[in-house]
């Protein structure tokens, strides 16, 4: 076997290193609206005709285009990806620090405690786009990233939602209490319900905490939040999934 010449071995290595730090987004609602955002660094958009004449003008925006066959669609996109014929290639968004986001505007802060599945992510940046919340914030590891199913998940929300990776959750929640915030944390057994809380907490702004479904908070993370609160059930064992108590939670805490 013929052994490959050094410059080939590192071309490729680079070519694997530059796509670990791209993300292919897909679907012609999450692509036009990453075509569109001004902060999305665009490097290539595959497309087909019938994609390409319904994204209209905000095809322009990409400085690579390459018309695809809808037959044989070449983006490394996951198998059952619905991409509706557009795939584009995208740095992911610098939303810069938390530090500063949190002074900014009135709306809540979610943060996620290990919520690793994308779809539900992506409900939850729509949620907190709807109800105006300042950020969305998870841990770098044991958290959803920035993909495509997210994206299309989340409607174009992840392209004006900030949505952050902190190294540690923990130490997020310690920043942000002393910068005053109240940390929510939900657990189903708190004897007090969120929208009580948000309402005693004044003026003072919110962080609502939400956990994994089943594991829910970890430990350090209960012990962080200033209060456990719940949402309030018809029925005894009645529960919501992770992206709608989300929903609920933001309700509560901006009504």
Same mark, same amino acid.
Request: glycine content about 10%; hydrophobic content about 45%.
């Given at each position: 076997m013929t052994k490959k010449p050094?410059?080939?071995?590192?071309?490729?290595?680079?070519?694997?290193?530059a796509a670990r730090?791209?993300?292919?987004?897909?679907g012609l609602h999450a692509v036009r609206d990453a075509l569109e955002n001004p902060r999305r660094e665009v490097l290539?958009?595959?497309v087909t005709k019938n994609a390409a004449d319904r994204l209209g003008e905000a095809v322009r925006h990409?400085?690579?285009?390459?018309?695809?066959?809808?037959?044989?669609? =070449?983006?490394?996109?996951?198998?059952?990806?619905?991409?509706q014929g557009a795939a584009l290639e995208v740095k992911p968004l610098d939303w810069g620090r938390l530090e500063d986001i949190?002074?900014?505007?009135?709306?809540?802060?979610?943060?996620?405690?290990?919520?690793?599945? =994308?779809?539900?992510?992506?409900?939850?940046?729509?949620?907190?786009?709807?109800?105006?919340?300042?950020?969305?914030?998870?841990?770098?590891?044991h958290s959803a990233p920035e993909t495509g199913a997210l994206a299309k998940t989340?409607?174009?929300?992840?392209?004006?939602? =900030?949505?952050?990776?902190?190294?540690?959750?923990?130490?997020?929640?310690?920043?942000?209490?002393?910068?005053?915030?109240?940390?929510?944390?939900?657990?189903?057994?708190?004897?007090?319900?969120?929208?009580?809380?948000?309402?005693a907490a004044g003026s003072r702004p919110i962080c609502l905490v939400l956990g994994a479904e089943g594991p829910?908070?970890?430990?350090?993370t209960r012990e962080l939040c200033?209060?456990?609160?719940?949402?309030?059930a018809a029925g005894e064992f009645g529960s919501l999934n992770v992206s709608n108590a989300a929903a609920v939670a933001l309700y509560a805490a901006t009504r």
């Open positions: 050094k410059w080939v071995v590192e071309k490729e290595r680079g070519r694997r290193e730090e791209t993300v292919w987004l897909f290539r958009l595959v990409a400085p690579e285009v390459e018309e695809a066959d809808p037959r044989r669609f =070449p983006a490394p996109l996951d198998p059952g990806s619905v991409h949190a002074v900014e505007g009135t709306g809540p802060i979610v943060a996620l405690d290990r919520v690793t599945d =994308p779809h539900n992510v992506g409900a939850i940046l729509r949620s907190a786009e709807v109800f105006g919340a300042r950020a969305v914030i998870a841990p770098s590891r989340a409607s174009g929300a992840l392209e004006r939602q =900030p949505y952050l990776r902190v190294g540690n959750l923990g130490d997020a929640l310690e920043s942000l209490k002393g910068m005053g915030y109240l940390c929510l944390g939900l657990a189903g057994e708190a004897d007090v319900n969120v929208a009580e809380a948000a309402a829910g908070l970890r430990e350090r200033d209060r456990l609160v719940r949402i309030s």
